[in-house]
Structure formats: C-alpha cells, structure tokens
C-alpha cells in the first residue's frame, strides 16, 4: 500500500517542473512581444515626426517663413572655465591727408605803355581849398633857377608827361612863357589837336600854371597848385 502511494507522488515532480518551465518560456515570450511591439511603436512614431517635421519646413518654405533653428547646444564645461579672448580691434582709418593749397594766382602784366596812351602821364595834384597861414604871410619870391621865368621848361607844369611835353613841343610849346602867352581861344584849338589828351589843359589848368610861373610867382604856384 504504501508503495502504491508514493508511485503517484513521483510522477507528479515532472509535470510541475514541466508546468513551470512552460509558464516561464511563456512569459519570456510574452516580453519579447512586448518589446519588439514597443520597439516597433517607437519607429513608427519617430517616422511620424520625422514627417510631420518635414511637412512643417515644406509648408514654412511654402509661406515663405524661416523656419525654427534648433537651439544651440549648451556650453561644456571646459568652454566656460577657458578665458575669453578679445576681438582684435579693427586698425584705425589713416588720417586724412592735408588739404592741397591752390597756387597762388600770376600777378597779371600791366598795361604797357602803348595800350594806355594817358598811362605815363602825372595826375595833377588837387588844388587846396585854401592857402596855409604860413604860405599867405610869405612874401613872393621870383624864380630864380633861370635867367627869366618866362624861360623854365614847360615841364614844370602839373599833369604834364613826357607824351604830352612831346605833343606841346610839336605845336610850339616849350616853355611856361609860350603856354602863358596863349590866349583862351589858342588854348582851346591847342587841346583840340592834343588826340587822345584833348582835356587835360582845361582839367588841369595849364594856363594858370604857366602865368603863375611865368610871372615869376611861385608861392602863390604852390599856394594853388602844390610844392613844384
């Protein structure tokens, strides 16, 4: 009886090894399902957001609209602890160079004597309002530099040129005495043949100056006239 009874005990032993190892074989497989099933969501959602990502710079590129940059990637550590280096300045712009001074100008030629015929000849000095004191006090003096006053040379009337001595010589005129015996209307028809000095005998009065010197009256010369 007894042996009866273990019989059965021991050939129970391996249907529960068995039994086991099936559960376990089982379970192994079920993880394995689970994990290619995760696996295989997980590429199938990283495909999905590749093209939906894609769709996105497609549809941007479309509107015309930069798309998103991704964000830098942050600093290593290293990176923060390196000192930072300074940007080489940019060299500084040459100074401007000195402005350039024009040349001075040529003076311009004067008028030779041929282009102005009046050019060589003196103006003749303005006559003073009034005598001095001192010139109306003194008495007259003759002129004594030649035997007679009527003699001196007809250059020593103002406003007389070497042009003009030249013109008076040819009609005559050498002395203040031969100006001082023309009477008005031989003055006039002398400065009508002056040319191009028709004038200055009545502008600068060469019959006063010539009677005056003539006279032998050279106070009341300069009185009128100035300094000879």
């Given at each position: 009886m007894n042996?009866?009874?273990?019989?059965?005990?021991?050939?129970?032993?391996?249907d529960g090894v068995a039994a086991i190892t099936t559960i376990?074989?089982?379970?192994?497989?079920?993880?394995?399902?689970?994990?290619?099933?995760?696996?295989?969501?997980?590429?199938?959602?990283?495909?999905?957001?590749?093209?939906?990502?894609?769709?996105?710079?497609?549809?941007a590129q479309d509107a015309g609209v930069a798309p998103r940059q991704p964000d830098p990637a942050p600093l290593s550590e290293a990176s923060l602890t390196e000192p930072q280096v300074a940007p080489?300045?940019?060299?500084?712009?040459?100074?401007?160079?000195?402005?350039?001074?024009?040349?001075?100008?040529?003076?311009?030629?004067?008028?030779?004597v041929a282009d102005d015929p009046l050019r060589d000849e003196p103006v003749a000095a303005a006559a003073p309002m009034a005598a001095s004191p001192a010139a109306e006090a003194a008495p007259a003096s003759p002129i004594t530099d030649m035997a007679r006053p009527e003699d001196q040379?007809?250059?020593?009337l103002k406003g007389l040129g070497p042009k003009l001595t030249q013109k008076l010589a040819e009609h005559g005129i050498a002395t203040v005495g031969d100006m001082a015996?023309?009477?008005?209307?031989?003055?006039?028809?002398?400065?009508?043949?002056?040319?191009?000095?028709?004038?200055?005998?009545?502008?600068?009065?060469?019959?006063?100056?010539?009677?005056?010197?003539?006279?032998?009256?050279?106070?009341?010369?300069?009185?009128?006239?100035?300094?000879?």
């Open positions: 042996d009866m009874t273990a019989a059965p005990a021991e050939s129970l032993i391996p376990h074989f089982a379970l192994i497989a079920i993880v394995a399902l689970a994990a290619i099933a995760v696996i295989v969501i997980g590429m199938r959602l990283k495909r999905r957001r590749t093209h939906a990502a894609r769709k996105v710079e497609e549809n080489t300045p940019a060299p500084a712009a040459p100074p401007p160079p000195p402005p350039v001074m024009p040349a001075p100008a040529a003076p311009e030629e004067p008028a030779t040379p007809i250059t020593l015996a023309l009477s008005e209307a031989q003055a006039q028809a002398l400065d009508a043949q002056l040319g191009p000095f028709s004038g200055r005998m009545t502008r600068d009065r060469w019959l006063e100056q010539a009677r005056l010197l003539a006279a032998g009256d050279r106070a009341g010369f300069e009185a009128v006239f100035g300094k000879l």
